[in-house]
């Protein structure tokens, strides 16, 4: 990484400050970019679902992990829910995705209101272990009785093809068939998932992130309180992929304590740690174990640090300077926060990060866990800050009542946000699509093969919030 000549800044720097400089470049497709990292983490894409209770759930994971990209579930997820959450994405097909399920005897309330958990648009109907049906989501305004049972609704499957369908003839399958969806079903008849035409397009483009046993990676949060090492060696005996050592203050007493603890438990598992913004406190935190450090601190958009307490720093000159000190010492870090373009993926990347963690973002997708909701704008989600007055009753809930409203008068994030589901993009898949498009092309603009190759040859430009403002499309028209 470095910067235009007299463009060196003086003072730091967010994503929106910078551009990149196109370079020379020979790579002459996004698709000869490997945009795979080298952390430790198994991810093909550089991409990490933040430990947010609102956003990092069962579907989420599985979807996610499929595509390249990891996520970590949150730390006041009980040990059980979190061992049946890990177990349920390590049983989970590698290109077929998991749809919801029914008997024919439940009613269309009950399909309607689980079809959108999943972004392909159907409940399948299995009757007596068999797919028999599919139930599509039924338009906005469409007039349908909720109270019939599926039996008499549910419509014939177009395409049923046996597990392990190679996605190309999946894909033209259905196309020949003019239909949607394909139901993958095993030996016995049994249903293994479904495959859309974009699902088997998708299959043939992403790597999934898989563990030595060919089955997909999840990681898993804990705090810095109570039995740490307990619950440590609790996630690492389900299955757990990676543990985070999780707080807003990464760069405390306790937490290198609870940091050392956990390495010292000897577990086998890649850790990180954080959140700091600074060399110090990353050095600090891979001496006490750390293999990845989470760098960010108020960044997020559910976070009211910075405006509560002027504590934090701008995330790209953050990135920069704790991968820089992580390099050093052979560790790696994520860039946790501020991300809400591709761009600001890309930039991370060029900062040295080997991932990019994101929240809210993906809060507004169909995988969230979040139940959907409707005004007259459309649709959305509600999430909130883990650090908010709503996260902190729940992680309080087994105190007494003194400690739960004491603790209640203090909070640093938002309780309830809306995120809209953008009608372009409403799956957590399309998203990745567009944030690996936009980090591909960087690549390409760069000269880059590869996301270490981006680090290295990236040219950056600091920019006025005029250029910044230059560089956004006007879908309206002038």
């Given at each position: ?98 749809p ?26 299995v ?34 093809l ?18 949607d ?9 049994s ?16 790597q ?101 307490t ?117 799956s ?26 981006l ?24």
């Amino acid at each position: 990484m470095r910067f235009l000549e007299g463009h060196q800044p003086d003072h730091d720097l967010t994503y929106d400050d910078l551009f990149i400089v196109p370079n020379r470049s020979d790579v002459a497709s996004r698709f000869d970019v490997d945009i795979s990292t080298h952390d430790g983490t198994g991810t093909t894409v550089p991409l990490v679902v933040a430990n947010m209770t609102a956003i990092a759930g069962k579907r989420m994971a599985e979807t996610v992990a499929r595509r390249g990209g990891l996520v970590v579930l949150p730390q006041d997820v009980p040990i059980d829910a979190a061992a049946d959450t890990i177990a349920f994405v390590k049983s989970r097909d590698l290109v077929a995705d998991t749809p919801v399920t029914l008997g024919p005897d439940d009613l269309m309330a009950h399909a309607q209101a689980l079809i959108p958990k999943r972004a392909h648009g159907y409940a399948v109907v299995v009757d007596d272990g068999r797919p028999a049906g599919l139930i599509p989501r039924a338009a906005e305004g469409h007039d349908i009785d909720m109270f019939t049972d599926l039996r008499s609704t549910m419509i014939p499957i177009p395409v049923t093809l046996p597990a392990g369908t190679a996605p190309r003839e999946v894909f033209d399958t259905l196309t020949d068939a003019n239909a949607d969806l394909a139901v993958l079903v095993n030996d016995d008849g049994s249903l293994r998932g479904v495959l859309t035409r974009v699902g088997a397009l998708r299959a043939g483009i992403y790597q999934p992130n898989v563990d030595d046993e060919n089955r997909l990676r999840v990681a898993a949060a804990v705090g810095i309180n109570g039995d740490v090492v307990g619950r440590a060696k609790a996630l690492a005996e389900a299955g757990a992929d990676l543990l985070v050592v999780d707080t807003a203050h990464g760069h405390q007493v306790k937490m290198l304590s609870a940091l050392e603890a956990v390495a010292g438990a000897d577990l086998g598992l890649p850790i990180a740690a954080g959140n700091v913004v600074s060399g110090d406190g990353a050095r600090d935190l891979i001496s006490a174990g750390a293999n990845i450090v989470k760098v960010g601190v108020g960044p997020g958009a559910m976070c009211t640090t910075r405006m509560m307490t002027g504590v934090g720093r701008p995330q790209f000159s953050a990135v920069a300077e704790c991968a820089s000190a992580a390099r050093e010492k052979g560790a790696s870090v994520w860039a946790d926060g501020g991300i809400r373009h591709p761009r600001d993926v890309a930039l991370a990347i060029a900062a040295g990060a080997s991932n990019a963690m994101i929240g809210s973002w993906f809060a507004g997708t169909y995988e969230s866990p979040g139940d959907l909701h409707h005004d007259s704008h459309g649709e959305y989600k509600v999430s909130f800050g883990m650090a908010s007055k709503r996260a902190v009753k729940a992680r309080s809930s087994a105190d007494e009542a003194y400690d739960r409203a004491r603790k209640s008068l203090f909070e640093e994030g938002i309780s309830s946000s809306r995120i809209r589901i953008d009608p372009e993009r409403p799956s957590v898949e399309d998203l990745i699509d567009h944030i690996c498009s936009g980090v591909r092309s960087t690549a390409t603009y760069t000269g880059a093969r590869s996301l270490e190759e981006l680090h290295d040859k990236v040219v950056l430009g600091v920019q006025s919030a005029a250029g910044f403002a230059e560089g956004r499309p006007l879908p309206g028209g002038w």
